[in-house]
């Protein structure tokens, strides 16, 4: 029995896995905004990657790659504190479950849906904000809200539209996060065990293999629901107080109808280069960061 004590000993082996989550995201992102930014961009249609970075250094300077940092921040520490934190409670209690047996690609790939949708939802309104943010530059004057920071953001959206429009897209941002996560977390198990087994690669290679595989899948599966996310989030209302789309659905037609399948992969390449990376380094940092914990005997 007193062998037993110290897995159940305070809150801190509960919480742990959301700490170390949110911390790995919230690293990785200081690194990948600049490239989430001319993202966003591109799906707003503002030209191709080389064109938006060059007019984003000559109009706003180097600030404006890290315009909504502090609403990214937010989001990792909410969406991706939740979303990895859930992941590892639910693939723990799954492999409890299965006598302590490695979990199938199945059960993993529901676990990740899982941890997305909760995900998902807890981050919404972080993520409605960067969007806001983000988009903010690209609108004339007189439209701009100016926001501040993304606690402005925040409160703005909450005194001029009410609080539940920090829901508003979150039908799809749950779809999304759903699919981004089973296909990067299925693939990156899947191919972690690939490149040990089959190919004999190092740590080191192995987390640069697999993260790339699974930045690809995660990339290729959630970026459709990312582009009727993002023309959600950021459409405003003409003179006449109409929005160009009723929901998700209708904006999923209506870009079909305009531009075929392929137009829900505006920015794909930037898409992946941003998603490669953030995947690879959120699982860097949370590997050394529980390192570190580890030789703090915590």
């Not at 315009?67 to 520490?77: D, E, F, H, P």
């Not at 199938?104 to 409605?128: H, M, N, W």
């Not at 007189?142 to 925040?154: D, E, G, I, K, P």
């Amino acid at each position: 029995m007193a062998a037993e004590k110290p897995k159940s000993a305070g809150v801190w082996p509960t919480v742990k896995p959301f700490v170390n989550g949110g911390a790995s995201g919230m690293l990785a992102t200081c690194v990948i905004q600049p490239i989430d930014m001319i993202k966003v961009r591109i799906q707003l249609g503002q030209g191709s990657a080389g064109e938006v970075t060059r007019n984003m250094l000559k109009n706003d300077g180097v600030g404006a790659f890290y315009k909504g940092l502090s609403a990214g921040l937010l989001r990792q520490a909410t969406y991706t504190t939740a979303r990895l934190g859930s992941f590892r409670i639910l693939t723990n209690k799954a492999i409890e479950a299965n006598d302590g047996k490695p979990l199938p690609l199945y059960q993993k790939a529901l676990c990740g849906l899982t941890a997305g949708a909760i995900g998902a939802c807890v981050g919404s309104p972080a993520d409605l904000a960067l969007i806001r943010m983000q988009a903010d530059a690209t609108l004339p004057v007189t439209q701009r809200r100016n926001y501040t920071n993304a606690f402005h953001a925040l409160y703005r959206i909450v005194a001029d539209e009410g609080v539940l429009a920090l829901w508003k897209g979150a039908g799809p941002t749950v779809v999304r996060a759903m699919a981004l996560n089973m296909g990067m977390l299925a693939s990156y198990d899947q191919s972690v065990e690939f490149c040990k087994d089959n190919l004999g690669l190092g740590e080191a290679a192995t987390v640069v293999g697999a993260s790339s595989v699974s930045g690809f899948f995660a990339a290729a599966c959630s970026l459709p629901f990312d582009y009727v996310k993002t023309q959600i989030q950021k459409m405003q209302p003409d003179a006449q107080g109409k929005y160009p789309y009723t929901g998700s659905l209708d904006c999923a037609m209506k870009t079909l109808k305009a531009g075929g399948p392929f137009k829900f992969y505006t920015g794909f390449p930037v898409y992946c280069v941003r998603i490669a990376p953030h995947v690879m380094m959120t699982w860097i940092f949370l590997n050394q960061i529980q390192k570190i914990e580890k030789k703090a005997g915590l």
